[in-house]
């Protein structure tokens, strides 16, 4: 190592020195108009997303809705089934099978409604 000389010592780099004003408008006005934007894009993002997630519930409120009318429209046709009985013994079979089927029919709509509210409820909760 060699010994340190004075007059390098003596000499520091010369840095360019900017007035106040000019070092805030040219490096901290940029940063601080950069945040400003920032901040109004995530607030924005933040509104929408409470749309959307409010979006999805409307839709899963309609849809329970939907299913409810459903099953007090099925109770009540049974409820009209038992107190209107056909006369005739084969008459009366008939009719059940048909009924039957129709039941089955609807409990097969109102199961298909509920997969789908539950595969919508899935994919807004992995959202």
Same mark, same amino acid.
């Given at each position: 190592?060699? +010994?340190?000389? @004075?007059?390098?010592?003596?000499? +520091?780099? *010369?840095?360019? &020195?900017?007035? +106040? ?6 490096? $901290?006005? +940029?940063?601080?108009?950069?945040? =400003?934007?920032? @901040? !109004? ?6 509104? =929408?997303?409470?749309?959307?997630? =409010? %979006? /999805? $519930? ?9 299913? /409810? ?16 009985? #056909?006369?005739?013994?084969? #008459?009366?079979? !008939?009719?059940?099978? *048909?009924?039957?089927?129709? /039941?089955?029919?609807?409990?097969? /709509?109102?199961?298909?409604? $509920? &997969?789908?509210?539950?595969? =919508? ?5 992995? %959202?």
């Amino acid at each position: 190592m060699r +010994p340190l000389d @004075i007059v390098e010592l003596a000499e +520091p780099e *010369e840095v360019e &020195v900017l007035e +106040p004003e000019e070092d805030f408008e040219q490096f $901290l006005l +940029p940063v601080i108009n950069e945040m =400003r934007e920032d @901040i !109004a894009s995530l607030t924005r993002e933040h509104g =929408r997303a409470y749309l959307r997630n =409010r %979006s /999805k $519930l409307w839709e899963m409120d309609n849809m329970l809705i939907q299913i /409810k009318t459903q099953v007090e429209a099925s109770e009540e046709s049974a409820l009209n089934h038992l107190q209107n009985p #056909g006369d005739a013994a084969e #008459g009366r079979a !008939a009719k059940r099978c *048909e009924k039957a089927e129709e /039941k089955a029919k609807e409990i097969a /709509k109102m199961a298909e409604m $509920l &997969v789908e509210l539950v595969r =919508r409820i899935e994919k807004s909760e992995s %959202s």
